[in-house]
């Protein structure tokens, strides 16, 4: 569950962190375009981000077509956009608190995919005050996606957003479900509805670019202590990936490191290929009569 009463100062932490991200967001937002890179934008957002007095909450996720989660680009990406559709998923943190959005880019020209995803979005916003259900959050967000003749994702969810925790209770699902779980005043969780051509169960693929500490532990390897020192000091719980470590031979660290259980990977999670999917993700503070929408574009 994430924590109902944090003080003012904390909350500050988590608007600042919402302010950097509305920024950074936009304007990776605005460099994806044919024949750039990858790297390029993901380097540049994490760059920007550190600039403007946050941290990266986790690599920013690049996502292109049936991807809808996960993918970041490997050190020596030489990836380009093409005439795709690219969902952009970034976090900022400021001494672990957290913000996470996402957007979608088309250049693929399905750009009733991504305004199903943008809507549904707007329309759990609305249904959002103390005392809401996840479920009616989640059945606005159906709604919407039905209306459009797409499916939901419905194996992703909404989650909390808890101090060095990128995903803690309440889950807001992507669909009309009974759980009986109700937000309350203060509680700061991220909504993030996927719309699909697919079926709205994604899957894991082969690429695995994003790691996380799964435990503290020691190992004989000297990269893979090196990389376990700046895994617990710098990213403790949080995603980080292959790219973020200074260890020479950071890949054959990882392994070490996960054939120990010390630190666990994320696998990206996709439909089908030949599939689209689309994302919209803002973080918010649940208020009385509403929320706050800390990731809201300035
Ligand atoms: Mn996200
Ligand atoms: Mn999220």
Not at 196 to 207: A, F, I, L, M, P
Not at 235 to 262: E, G, V, Y
Request: hydrophobic share 35%.
């Amino acid at each position: 569950m994430t924590d109902v009463d944090l003080d003012d100062e904390e909350y500050e932490k988590h608007r600042e962190a919402g302010e950097i991200l509305a920024e950074v967001r936009d304007e990776a937002a605005e460099m994806v375009d044919v024949g750039v890179s990858h790297l390029e934008v993901a380097e540049w957002a994490e760059d920007r981000i550190r600039e403007l007095g946050g941290k990266p909450a986790f690599p920013v996720n690049i996502s292109i077509d049936h991807e809808a989660a996960h993918a970041t680009p490997s050190v020596d990406d030489d990836s380009t956009f093409g005439e795709e559709m690219i969902n952009l998923d970034i976090g900022v943190h400021i001494d672990g608190w957290l913000a996470d959005t996402a957007v979608t880019v088309d250049l693929s020209g399905n750009d009733d995919l991504a305004a199903a995803s943008a809507e549904a979005l707007d329309a759990a916003l609305e249904t959002v005050e103390a005392g809401v259900d996840t479920g009616e959050i989640g059945a606005a967000i159906e709604g919407v996606i039905d209306g459009y003749g797409f499916n939901p994702v419905v194996n992703l969810t909404g989650h909390g957003l808890g101090h060095w925790e990128q995903h803690t209770a309440p889950n807001i699902p992507n669909r009309s479900i009974s759980q009986s779980t109700t937000l309350e005043t203060g509680q700061v969780v991220a909504i993030e509805p996927f719309a699909t051509t697919g079926t709205g169960k994604v899957h894991e693929g082969n690429d695995e670019e994003i790691f996380a500490l799964e435990r503290e532990g020691s190992v004989r390897n000297r990269q893979a202590r090196q990389a376990l020192d700046q895994i617990s000091e710098e990213f403790k719980t949080l995603p980080f990936a292959t790219r973020w470590l200074d260890t020479s031979r950071a890949s054959m660290a990882l392994r070490r490191l996960k054939q120990q259980d010390i630190v666990h990977g994320y696998p990206v999670l996709q439909e089908e290929e030949g599939e689209l999917v689309s994302q919209k993700e803002h973080t918010i503070i649940v208020t009385e009569d509403g929320c706050e929408v800390t990731t809201r574009s300035r």
